[in-house]
């Protein structure tokens, strides 16, 4: 009954949209999202991920977290996090080359296609690494 509320007034999507990053759904009701607020989340790019019963949600929601998703539109620029504080040098580069790798096998020419690659921490200066 809250999905077809929801689905009436389209301004609440788009806010709820707005407000978070990603959305769960129980296998239950999965089958009506899309009917209902389907359209507009798919548009905004932020469909719910299903989570059956049996899994555990804490585990679900760092997954959730940690995952990335790139975009490549009309921009020729992309940033994206490939690591935190408590992380060892180690697991950052290795974040890094599979970032790296992982973007370049969508583009078309491979490597032809990057002109140049930096590395920065937030407040620090950016290092050129390719």
Same mark, same amino acid.
């Given at each position: 009954?809250?999905?077809?509320?929801? =689905? !009436? *007034?389209?301004?609440?999507?788009?806010?709820?949209? *707005?407000?978070?990053?990603?959305?769960?759904?129980?296998?239950?009701?999965? !089958?009506?999202?899309?009917?209902? @607020?389907?359209? #507009?989340? #798919?548009?905004?790019? !932020?469909?719910?991920?299903?989570?059956?019963?049996?899994?555990?949600?804490?585990?679900?929601?760092?997954?959730?977290?940690?995952?990335?998703?790139?975009?490549?539109?009309?921009?020729?620029?992309?940033?994206?996090?490939?690591? #935190?504080?408590?992380?060892?040098?180690? /697991? @950052?580069?290795? *974040?890094?080359?599979?970032?790296? =790798?992982?973007?370049?096998?969508?583009?078309?020419? =491979?490597? /032809? =296609?990057? !002109?140049?690659?930096?590395?920065?921490?937030?407040?620090?200066?950016? /290092?050129?690494?390719?």
């Amino acid at each position: 009954e809250e999905l077809k509320k929801l =689905n !009436k *007034n389209k301004k609440l999507v788009k806010k709820m949209c *707005n407000q978070y990053d990603a959305f769960l759904c129980s296998e239950s009701i999965i !089958k009506l999202v899309p009917r209902l @607020v389907g359209p #507009h989340m #798919h548009r905004m790019g !932020k469909f719910p991920t299903v989570c059956a019963m049996s899994e555990s949600l804490p585990e679900k929601v760092v997954e959730l977290q940690s995952t990335v998703k790139f975009q490549l539109k009309k921009v020729l620029c992309l940033g994206t996090c490939v690591g #935190h504080v408590e992380m060892t040098e180690d /697991q @950052v580069r290795q *974040n890094t080359v599979m970032a790296i =790798n992982f973007l370049v096998s969508l583009l078309k020419k =491979n490597w /032809q =296609n990057l !002109k140049s690659a930096y590395i920065k921490s937030t407040m620090g200066k950016p /290092q050129r690494i390719y």
